[in-house]
């Protein structure tokens, strides 16, 4: 049964009398049966309170697919540094020398630097005076209620920030970074060809999945710690080869069959496949996308300067209440390496 709204009982007013000569008026109460019997009693009186506040249904995983960086304080922007080396004629043949040699290589540095933007989150929390003392009376605490709301909002934040980025501000996330290149799942083969999952093999699934290894792999020159260590995907994705086993008498799941078969596995590296509802129609055409890549910080990471903290309180008298101010500081996604992660959409 859902939540309904409950009256405000007044215990100022418990009946008036009704013109003279007449009766008093009903009492109303919640339960008019009781009193017809004769049972005026305070309903509250047999009431069982379940003191477990139940807030909104929510899901948040941001924390789980990119590395955050703590500190920095109140920082406009966000500043990396990156460096190309160069030697004349290359590293091979050319950097062998010999006694009296006159023509000896040098090495060159190339430095360039990037910049990220940061912005401050922002929201407010009030409480008037007699909701403060009336939260007290029953022994509950509106601040810590209010408090929680702001913690929620707060990590729905962070997790369009850290997925799809602010747009309004002209910052991207993980899903919808347009440098990164994106390509299309391949067909099953079949006459009416089909690149969704459900209508794949497990083999077929599997070299999606390692065709987007390799391909990031091979684009950072074959460098073995950029072996692509994180996949996201729809959760109707997941839910499907996470439920789906490989045959009809076998106990292994399509899952469990792809994280021991996959080209990261084979090379020491512990794959995660972890599901994103911002993935559903997140693609080119709003198709499923699939994300590829290497979740390090060296790669990928965003920094909250300023964690989320009440950073001043004061009273408002013109209106009887309390107001706090609640901020942070936080940047956008910080892809440092374009090659580190591929798209792969239709799946």
Known sequence: MAFKSVG???????????????????????DDAAVQSGNAFLVSELEKRDTLIRQPLSSVTYARDINIQS?????TSVSGMGVSYGVTGGSGDSAVSAGAANDVPVIQASLNKGDWKTHVFSMAMRIPFEDMQRANFVGRSLDTLLQDGIRLSYDKHMEQNVYMGLERY????LLNNPNVTETDAAGNGQSSSSTKWKDKTPDQILADINDAITTVWEANGWDRSAIPNHILLPYQQLNYITTTRLDSIGQKTILTFLKENNVAAA?????????????????????????????????????????????????????????SMFKANISEVELFYETSMLYVDGI
């Open 8 to 30: 405000v009982f007044d215990a100022g007013i418990v009946g008036r009398p009704a013109a003279a000569g007449g009766n008093m008026q009903q009492i109303l109460t919640m």
């Open 170 to 173: 002209g910052t991207t996330g």
């Open 71 to 75: 500190g920095g304080g109140w920082a």
């Open 267 to 323: 090379n020491g590296v512990d794959l995660v496949i972890g599901g994103v509802a911002w993935c559903k129609d997140a693609g080119g055409s709003g198709v499923d996308r699939m994300v590829v890549y290497v979740n390090d910080r060296r790669f990928v990471k965003m920094d909250e300067l300023s964690p989320l903290a009440r950073v001043m309180t004061g009273p408002v008298p013109t209106l009887g209440a309390y107001d």
